[in-house]
């Protein structure tokens, strides 16, 4: 039989289309793209056969198999790729890739009926005439800082960049070696220095810098020192560093400011959410920073923010900026924020947040749910499945505090019939996709990432990904 006999048999775009219509995926994917799959994989059968000598020997019921399988594929990566929810059973709880901070219920809500209608976004109701943007969440945050002033950005590396051009456009920032950072997905500080007109000025070697260094450096064209928190790395044998209260020191006896690049945002008291040691930005004020900045999303456990806190005159002169304009957070961002800082102005961060909430749950806690959804498992997936309840080492996260580790829990799930890669990968297909690791004795859940109430969800993506057939 002949090669154009076969093309007859390819299905026409539309009815593949309508099939895929039919398909749970189908049902959550837009008809255009549901259009754009069928047509692409009638092609690529097209191509196959006019290349191939094998289609000759192909059935009816094969073109038409090959359509579908190669059309289906193609719909399931498209939405693979949309922005979708997951569950973070990776123990990491500032996950970048996964979105960092999921938001409180009180901020969803807030966010939902800020943005269902009009609102006060610049508008003042006593005066009944336009009101500043943010005011309220500028109140907030000198309330539970101690800061003169505060504002709101789009996210940290905004909040920096606007720091930098503010206070030292076509000068000098003296800056120590040791803290030239990258954070993930592109922003380092170095680059950063150069878009933002202000001339960097590195001091010290990587792994020690002195008060020293700082002084020697001091000319009459700086116009700031800088210090940046070792917020994703650290440097560890013969170190030295400058304390951000004799940096503060040095600014002040020079005249300049101090700008403190925090980044983890760390608003609850370090020492009552387990994080000795580490400094929260009343810390970073306390010590003498003139302007601290730090992400929204990070540990302060809000939408994606770049908040910048200090002296009134310094606050002030960023908030006058042209670039201000360019960088200002949108309504959805303000109602998140402030929703998420009344819960702090109430002390029912533990309770509501959901960073600060997986930081702070005991390690027995989580024992007890792995165990309880131990059970449920076993009972569900009979012998297709091995579960043990394991300790795990959860992590606090990149751009907030990288070398801490958190006691954890969870389970390590195995089945016979697949490998723990191939697990972990079925568990990334089902709905919610579960992100887990895999290790060589099974995939571990880590529950310190996963909200209770997301419990039932986790044991239900589990027993679909166990029971699904080999592809
Ligand atoms: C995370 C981080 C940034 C970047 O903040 P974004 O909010 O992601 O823009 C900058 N500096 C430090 C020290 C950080 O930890």
Sequence with gaps: MGDLERLKDIPSVDSLAAELGATAAGRRTP????????????????????????????????????????????????????????????????????????????????????????????????????????????????????????????????????????????????????????IGGSFRLPEVFERSGARMVAVGTTNRTRPGDYENAIRNSTAAIMAAHWSN????????????????????????????????GLLADAASVGLEGEASIADSLAGGADVVTASGDKMLGGPQAGIALGRVETVGRMRANPLMRAMRPGKLTLAAL???????????????????????????????????????????????????????????GGGAAPERDVASAGLSVSSERMSTDALARRLRDVRPPVIARATEEGVVLDLRTIAPEDDAAALDALVAALATEEE
């Design 31 to 182: 008809r255009r793209l549901l259009v754009r799959a069928a047509r692409s994989a009638v092609e690529s059968v097209r191509d196959e056969i006019l290349s191939d000598g094998r289609a000759g020997s192909a059935s009816s019921k094969d073109v038409r198999a090959r359509a579908r399988a190669l059309a289906l594929g193609e719909m399931r990566a498209l939405s693979r790729r949309r922005l979708s929810p997951v569950l973070n059973a990776t123990g990491v709880i500032v996950h970048t890739n996964l979105g960092r901070a999921p938001l409180s219920e009180r901020a969803i809500q807030r966010v939902s009926e800020v943005s269902a209608g009009y609102s006060t976004l610049e508008y003042d109701l006593a005066e009944g005439d336009r009101g500043h943007r943010g005011e309220v969440v500028t109140d907030y945050l000198r309330e539970l800082t101690g800061a003169e002033d505060a504002l709101v950005v789009n996210n940290n590396a905004a909040a920096v960049l606007l720091a930098l051009n503010t206070l030292a456009l076509g000068r000098e920032v003296v800056v120590s070696r040791s803290e030239l950072i990258e």
């Design 338 to 396: 402030e929703a998420t800082l009344e819960a702090y102005l109430e002390d029912a961060e533990r309770d509501e947040v959901p960073v600060i909430r997986a930081l702070v749950e005991s390690r027995g806690r989580l024992v007890e749910r792995a165990t309880e959804l131990a059970g449920h498992l076993r009972d569900r997936c009979g012998g297709l499945c091995s579960v043990e309840v394991v300790e795990t080492t959860a992590r606090v």
């Design 233 to 264: 790395y650290s440097i560890s044998g013969f170190v030295q560093r400058v304390e951000l209260r004799d940096l503060s020191d040095i600014c002040e006896r020079a005249g300049l400011p101090l700008i403190h690049d925090l980044g983890s």
